[in-house]
């Protein structure tokens, strides 16, 4: 929930993204029912609320003129754009790495993974930092403690 267990700078993302699903949806809903010759009254979106919502207004007569199975396309075709909606991004989700390789790489430039509370000279450990940085990205370097290399050659 927004504001609890989610940053709320991300609600107009989520409230986009529903929305956007909702619509897709009814869509769904409204080419079934063309595709079997209902007639569309009108579509709309709304909020109820917070929540942004999506509707589909089919000719009554018609649906219920249908045999149960064209119904059946009608009423689930909703939930099939669903289904769709999440195998595509799913796809999109797991493509992302390939997508996005031309600008960046794994494994490569170095990482602090461990800075220890009490840093004592920080301008000397950045020093040793930027004299180590160069040898580090060709050979790379499991464990280095800035705060002793003034007492060692680096490297």
Same mark, same amino acid.
């Given at each position: 929930?927004? *504001?609890?267990?989610?940053?709320? !700078?991300?609600?107009?993302?989520?409230?986009?993204?529903?929305?956007?699903?909702?619509? #897709?949806?009814?869509?769904? &809903?409204?080419? =079934?029912? #063309?595709?079997?010759?209902?007639?569309?009254?009108?579509?709309?979106?709304?909020? $109820? *609320? $917070?929540?942004? +919502?999506?509707?589909?207004?089919?000719?009554?007569?018609?649906?219920?003129?249908?045999?149960?199975?064209?119904?059946?396309?009608?009423?689930?075709? *909703?939930?099939?754009?669903?289904? /769709? /909606? =999440?195998? #595509? !991004?799913?796809?999109? $989700?797991?493509?992302?790495?390939?997508?996005?390789?031309? +600008?960046?790489?794994?494994?490569? +430039?170095?990482?602090?993974?461990?800075?220890?509370?009490? !840093?004592?000279?920080?301008?000397?450990? /950045? &020093?040793?930092?930027? #004299?180590?940085?160069?040898?580090?990205?060709?050979?790379?370097?499991?464990?280095?403690? =800035? !705060?002793?290399? &003034?007492?060692?050659?680096?490297?």
């Amino acid at each position: 929930m927004p *504001g609890v267990n989610l940053p709320i !700078s991300h609600v107009g993302f989520y409230m986009l993204t529903l929305l956007l699903c909702a619509f #897709l949806h009814e869509a769904g &809903h409204a080419m =079934a029912a #063309l595709r079997e010759r209902v007639r569309l009254h009108g579509f709309g979106v709304f909020l $109820f *609320g $917070f929540y942004p +919502g999506a509707y589909v207004d089919l000719n009554t007569a018609d649906l219920q003129s249908l045999k149960p199975l064209g119904q059946l396309r009608v009423y689930c075709a *909703g939930v099939w754009h669903n289904v /769709i /909606i =999440a195998v #595509l !991004s799913a796809a999109v $989700f797991y493509a992302i790495p390939l997508l996005l390789s031309p +600008g960046y790489h794994i494994g490569t +430039g170095v990482g602090v993974t461990f800075l220890r509370e009490v !840093s004592t000279d920080l301008q000397h450990i /950045i &020093h040793s930092f930027a #004299l180590c940085y160069p040898k580090c990205t060709s050979n790379p370097i499991v464990h280095y403690d =800035a !705060s002793s290399a &003034h007492n060692y050659p680096i490297l």
